[in-house]
């Protein structure tokens, strides 16, 4: 598995001053230590993560989202419940989630979303001069979030660090409205 540190240390538990050097930057929290870890120990068992890129894990709730590679993320998936239930149950998080790693906000805010999918994504100006992502989604597609929205906010902000806002068009509220 590809992490950005050595498998060596994940292995041993001992740090080098490299690794130990991105932990006290913050570029390695804690919490993708572990994560890293667990994964390591099921390299043997699900071959897909042999070669995978793993490149944080975020938590929010009960819901743990663990970034892989693109191409990685189909392969994952392919083992089906039965990987997440075995990260699940070391990691002690009840939901897991393997999101596509992307750099590009819109690409990784639709991964967070998905299966439901974003109609558009404005930034606001808020008048004491910080901003808030507004994402819009259509009301049909707000029982496909497969997470709660006040998780969403909370990855959001620890994953790309910005304010998200939610709205949803045409819900049956407004349609009412409209008569
Ligand atoms: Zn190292």
């Not at 890293?36 to 975020?58: M, P, T, W």
């Not at 075995?86 to 002690?92: A, H, K």
Request: hydrophobic content about 40%.
């Amino acid at each position: 598995m590809h992490t950005k540190i050595c498998t060596v240390d994940l292995k041993s538990g001992i740090l080098c001053p490299k690794c130990e050097e991105k932990v006290r930057r913050g570029e390695v929290t804690p919490l993708d230590l572990e994560v890293a870890k667990v994964l390591l120990s099921l390299e043997s068992k699900y071959s897909a993560l042999q070669n995978a890129y793993f490149y944080r894990a975020v938590e929010a709730g009960d819901t743990l989202v663990i970034l892989m590679g693109n191409r990685d993320v189909p392969k994952i998936l392919s083992y089906g419940g039965k990987l997440l239930k075995e990260i699940s149950e070391r990691t002690g998080k009840r939901r897991i989630r393997i999101v596509a790693y992307n750099a590009d906000k819109r690409r990784l805010l639709e991964e967070l979303f998905a299966p439901a999918s974003i109609l558009t994504i404005n930034t606001l100006w808020l008048p004491d001069g910080s901003t808030e992502t507004k994402v819009v989604l259509s009301g049909r597609e707000a029982r496909r979030i497969p997470i709660s929205i006040s998780t969403v906010k909370d990855l959001a902000k620890s994953l790309m660090n910005i304010n998200l806002r939610v709205e949803f068009e045409g819900t049956p509220a407004y349609k009412t409205v409209r008569g």
